[in-house]
């Protein structure tokens, strides 16, 4: 088939250098001409394992092209899927201005019988107003519109395209849901269940299994809190926990409060859908809560040790919202950054990825280019992104350079014993603490 993917962030761009590797003609399209031109060099603007490499054999197999002109490429498209960005706006409700000036942009141009798949994050009922706006620009019914939400998790975002746990297809009619089953045929592998369902329930499925996820970590971080409070060690219990199918062993990793550009803003617009549906959810409202009340109060755990007034250096390894990625969107390692600062610490940071991301939140002062530099002289170090370079350093050798020695590791990266033997104060999330 010949397909369209309209946006090049890392929905677009996975899910096109992924759809390449089939039996189709791939061309992604966006209006940012650097963006395109670099791409079209094969410069990848976004750090995904993977990536480079399926989009070099795209392009030289020659089903991959990148282009900004919408005229040469969507009329003959089979296929255009809409992968643009869906931000939360100040209320918290995503803002679908690209979503529909993507439409706008193909909806004319694309001949009669071809499909426009929405793979964006949309709100329930978004499928319903792109027919109605795809029928009021062309004045016909020739468009079908089918919803094919993504569960790429960042930094995984290939692996996760190629072999899903389920292909969601949201249709109302047997016809467009079978054109994408056919589209994915030559993608992914028969095994990966094709759930055919219908447009608001594809709509809700994805922001309902984020706001789950969400939940579950929410919860697993006050079970962590409650170990400290009493002695209970968190991996133990939710080992206990996790061996039960109903809840499985995942995201049961406690943590300074999840992040990134997907959890909170999937979870705003749920409760806002919710609260606006007149079924409010006080369940993804409380894991809103708590979490965020999570990341604010991070820094304190630090702080507390140090009298009111003084500025100790505080060395933080890691600004990007989890391992893997470059990305820093609502990275509770920021909020910590922000947090030390704030109650007069001078910090300094490092990060393998996020460095570019680190200079646009933090400013170019705390960032430092290694760890060792980070460490030295510092009189605390946080660990707040559960990167391997971490989990792989010499504590004894990081002691060493360190003027104090209190640890905070708030990814549980290291094991408590180690850090004892480097002579190191250890903190931790949801362990006693023992030495
Ligand atoms: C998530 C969903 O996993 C993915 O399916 C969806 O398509 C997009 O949103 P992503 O945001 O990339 O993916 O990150 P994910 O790996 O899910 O982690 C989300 C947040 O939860 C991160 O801040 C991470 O650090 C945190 N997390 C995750 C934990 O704190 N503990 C865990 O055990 C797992």
Redesign the pocket.
């Known amino acids: 088939m010949n397909v369209v993917i309209v946006g090049t962030g890392y929905?677009g761009l996975v899910t096109g250098a992924c759809i390449a590797t089939g039996d189709h003609e791939v061309t992604c399209l966006d209006i940012d001409e650097e963006k395109i031109a670099a791409l079209s060099n094969g410069v990848i603007p976004i750090h995904e394992p993977g990536l480079d490499a399926l989009v070099e054999q795209g392009v030289a197999g020659g089903n991959l092209a990148f282009s900004t002109d919408a005229d040469a490429v969507v009329p003959g498209a089979d296929v255009v899927f809409i992968a643009v960005g869906t931000p939360a706006g100040l209320n918290g409700q995503p803002q679908l201005d690209a979503v529909f000036a993507s439409v706008d942009s193909v909806a004319t141009r694309l001949g009669a019988g071809a499909t426009i798949v929405i793979k964006s994050?949309v709100p329930i009922g978004t499928n319903s107003a792109v027919s109605d706006r795809v029928r009021e620009v062309r004045g016909d019914d020739e468009i079908s519109v089918v919803s094919n939400?993504?569960?790429?998790?960042?930094?995984?975002?290939v692996s996760?395209f190629l072999n899903p746990d389920r292909i969601v297809i949201g249709a109302w009619d047997e016809e467009s849901t079978q054109r994408i089953i056919d589209l994915y045929a030559s993608v992914i592998d028969d095994s990966a269940p094709r759930l055919a369902t219908d447009p608001p329930s594809a709509e809700l499925i994805?922001y309902a299994?984020?706001s789950f996820?969400?939940v579950?970590?929410s919860f697993?971080?006050e079970i962590a809190d409650l170990c400290e409070q009493t002695g209970a060690s968190i991996a133990e219990v939710t080992a206990g926990m996790g061996t039960d199918p109903r809840i499985g062993n995942?995201?049961?990793?406690?943590?300074?409060?999840?992040?990134?550009?997907?959890?909170p803003k999937?979870t705003s617009a749920l409760l806002r859908a919710s609260q606006g549906a007149g079924a409010p959810s006080r369940i993804v409202a409380a894991a809103i809560d708590a979490n965020r009340t999570r990341r604010r109060h991070m820094a304190d755990r630090v702080m507390v040790h140090f009298d009111a007034g003084t500025t100790p250096v505080v060395a933080v390894l890691g600004v990007t919202?989890?391992?893997n990625?470059d990305?820093v969107r609502?990275?509770?390692a920021i909020d910590i950054v922000h947090g030390l600062m704030r109650a007069g610490a001078t910090v300094k940071v490092y990060d393998p990825e996020g460095m570019e991301g680190a200079r646009r939140a933090i400013g170019e002062d705390p960032l430092c280019g290694s760890v060792e530099e980070a460490v030295e002289g510092a009189d605390a170090l946080v660990i707040a992104?559960?990167w391997d370079e971490f989990a792989k350093l010499d504590l004894r050798a990081v002691s060493e350079r360190m003027k104090g020695s209190m640890l905070f590791d708030f990814?549980n990266i290291f094991d408590p014993s180690d850090a004892a033997e480097a002579g190191m104060t250890y903190y931790s999330i949801g362990r006693p603490i023992r030495n």
Do not use: I
């Open positions: 929905v994050t939400p993504e569960f790429l998790r960042q930094g995984a975002a996760d994805k299994a984020n996820l969400a579950k970590l697993v971080n995942a995201f049961l990793n406690p943590g300074p409060g999840y992040g990134g550009s997907c959890f999937d919202f989890k391992a990625t990305d609502e990275s509770p992104t559960e990814r």
